[in-house]
């Protein structure tokens, strides 16, 4: 692991009219590194995740990608960077297909009789090369056909192998595994530590503690809007995380 992060944000606060979604966050992010990001239904998870890809702008605090002061205008900066971020449900285009969806705004170009087209047939060759890079076992019927055939967890690896070819080197996920059977989750489990593997840096956004215990290096929980505590998750257990999440006064009722 660099002692560079590769993204960095600092004392980020930002407020929705009366709300104050998140208030002087900072957290780190490393190469080859799996950050879990917990925290109960409102704490600003997700508004955090779209603070760092581009979709808000901060009100206070700052931003650094690979010790870079980071602006952002909209979300095709993020991805530009390296920034690449999946929604269980906003994935895929469902009425493309495999390639379709992995070169989607940015699709090959090749010439044919002195005008261009899209070069589909190097679209299709891409979209199983990065499924076998992957590991992903669809037929080659099911690879041409439009992606809404295809199950939760084969469109969830399509969305990963999406951000794999256009190099992403920050990952973020919110929720990839909520809509899962169990195999499929077991499956974007193992490609997160694939990733990992390759260096990209994970930030994953899961109510699932079973997951983020699996696959996370460290856990950094938010609740109401504010950092609840930072721990690595050797150091860690469950009764911990959640009593960070929830507040120690209402762990306390429960035991
Ligand atoms: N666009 C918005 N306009 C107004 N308020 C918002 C907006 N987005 C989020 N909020 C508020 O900010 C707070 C944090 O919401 P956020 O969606 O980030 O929570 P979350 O941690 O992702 O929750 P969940 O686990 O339910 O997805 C909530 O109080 C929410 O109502
Ligand atoms: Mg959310």
Redesign the pocket.
């Known amino acids: 692991m660099t002692l560079v992060p590769i993204l960095e944000v600092r004392d980020i606060s930002i407020r929705?009219?009366g709300?104050q979604?998140l208030k002087n966050i900072s957290l780190a992010l490393f190469p080859g590194e799996v950050l879990a990001l917990a925290?109960?239904?409102?704490?600003?998870?997700?508004?955090?995740i779209k603070i760092i890809s581009g979709v808000y702008r901060a009100q206070e605090g700052e931003l650094f990608f690979d010790g870079k002061p980071l602006s952002m205008q909209d979300p095709q900066d993020a991805r530009s960077k390296g920034i690449e971020t999946i929604y269980q449900d906003l994935a895929l285009a469902d009425n493309l297909d495999v390639g379709g969806n992995i070169f989607l705004g940015r699709e090959p170009m090749r010439r044919k009789l002195g005008l261009p087209v899209i070069d589909r047939e190097r679209m299709r060759k891409v979209a199983r090369e990065v499924l076998d890079r992957l590991d992903i076992v669809i037929p080659d019927r099911k690879l041409a056909g439009p992606v809404q055939m295809l199950s939760g967890g084969q469109r969830q690896a399509i969305a990963i192998g999406r951000a794999i070819y256009w190099n992403a080197r920050v990952l973020i996920m919110d929720e990839p595994t909520a809509a899962l059977g169990v195999p499929e989750q077991r499956k974007v489990m193992e490609l997160i530590q694939t990733l990992k593997a390759q260096g990209v840096a994970v930030l994953l956004?899961s109510?699932n503690l079973h997951d983020i215990f699996a696959v996370a290096d460290r856990i950094f929980v938010?609740r109401r809007?504010e950092a609840a505590g930072e721990r690595l998750t050797r150091d860690t257990h469950g009764e911990e995380i959640v009593r960070l999440m929830v507040g120690s006064e209402y762990a306390a009722q429960t035991v």
């Open positions: 929705f009219g709300v979604a925290g109960d239904n409102g704490a600003g998870k997700s508004t955090l956004i109510h938010l809007g």
